[in-house]
């Protein structure tokens, strides 16, 4: 009786061995790919400018990070005072005319800060106005005194305060100062967003929360690295973490918690905008890390 004839064993293990083969090529081919992709978006982001962003009702407008940083100090003091954000549209613009939003310690005569005010003038000593929450309080004293400042085109508003060679000029920065106002006062949540590099300096939580008394006028609660403030609505809460986001150049903060969102600082893109928070804060509640 003849034997049936038998199957070797490299037999099967050929076509197995060209299958496995196949799959370690693609791993390694999918591999070498994701490790390029990752080094080409590392080098994006090496080479890619610091920036802020702000974003409302479907706009967009850069800043660098310390114009944001001084908008938002503009802000924040209008809405201490009990202004409308409409205040803080107004006073960017200005900015943005006098000064590019930079507290500059020169310009036209004895003009300094951000809205290049004059001690000579009367707009108090030049330690004074080169303090951005003094000089921001300084033109919101003198734009109460404007009639019908509330309505008034922002131009003229503008003008009216600053008595300028041209009033006319002021105009031109309305779309972007109108945007920042809303994002920076909590009207448009989570708007803003900065690619930063790590802080240079350690910041501190103790500094941060007088930094949060100053410009806002609330008192910040320390829990080890983080300030913790409870905001008296989510408008408020939002223009809060707005903020944290805006000076976190100045004040080393690596990260912003409101409700369910969070923005964790870092040179990626990622930064420009904010994501799904691991925890879930009361909507009212900001945490701002440090370190």
């Not at 893109?269 to 509640?285: C, E, I, K």
Request: charged share 20%; glycine share 8%.
């Amino acid at each position: 009786m003849p034997h049936p004839p038998m199957t070797l064993a490299e037999e099967h293990s050929g076509p197995r061995r060209r299958r496995w083969g196949c799959l370690l090529v693609v791993a390694l081919v999918l591999g070498v790919g994701l490790g390029a992709w990752i080094g080409v978006r590392r080098l994006i982001d090496s080479w890619s400018p610091l920036e802020c962003r702000v974003v409302a009702s479907g706009r967009t407008f850069t800043w660098a990070p310390d114009q944001a940083s001084n908008a938002a100090v503009i802000t924040a003091i209008a809405m201490r005072r009990g202004m409308v954000p409409r205040a803080a549209t107004i006073a960017i613009a200005t900015a943005m005319q006098e000064s590019k939003v930079r507290n500059i310690s020169y310009g036209d005569r004895d003009s300094v800060g951000l809205f290049q005010q004059r001690p000579s003038q009367g707009w108090g000593t030049v330690e004074q106005i080169m303090n951005p929450e003094y000089s921001s309080n300084a033109f919101y004293d003198a734009l109460e005194e404007v009639p019908n400042w509330q309505t008034a085109d922002i131009a003229h508003a503008a003008q009216a305060v600053q008595r300028s060679a041209d009033g006319t000029a002021y105009a031109q920065h309305e779309a972007q100062a109108r945007a920042t106002a809303s994002v920076l006062s909590g009207q448009s949540p989570a708007g803003i967003g900065c690619r930063l590099d790590a802080p240079k300096t350690a910041g501190t939580a103790g500094a941060v929360a007088t930094l949060v008394k100053a410009d806002h006028g609330l008192t910040a609660r320390i829990e080890g690295t983080s300030v913790v403030v409870d905001a008296t609505s989510e408008a408020q809460a939002w223009a809060i973490g707005a903020w944290g986001v805006a000076r976190s150049v100045d004040t080393g903060v690596t990260s912003v918690v409101v409700a369910d969102r969070e923005w964790t600082r870092s040179r990626s893109a990622d930064a420009l905008t904010w994501h799904s928070a691991d925890a879930r804060q009361p909507a009212q509640r900001v945490v701002l890390r440090v370190g």
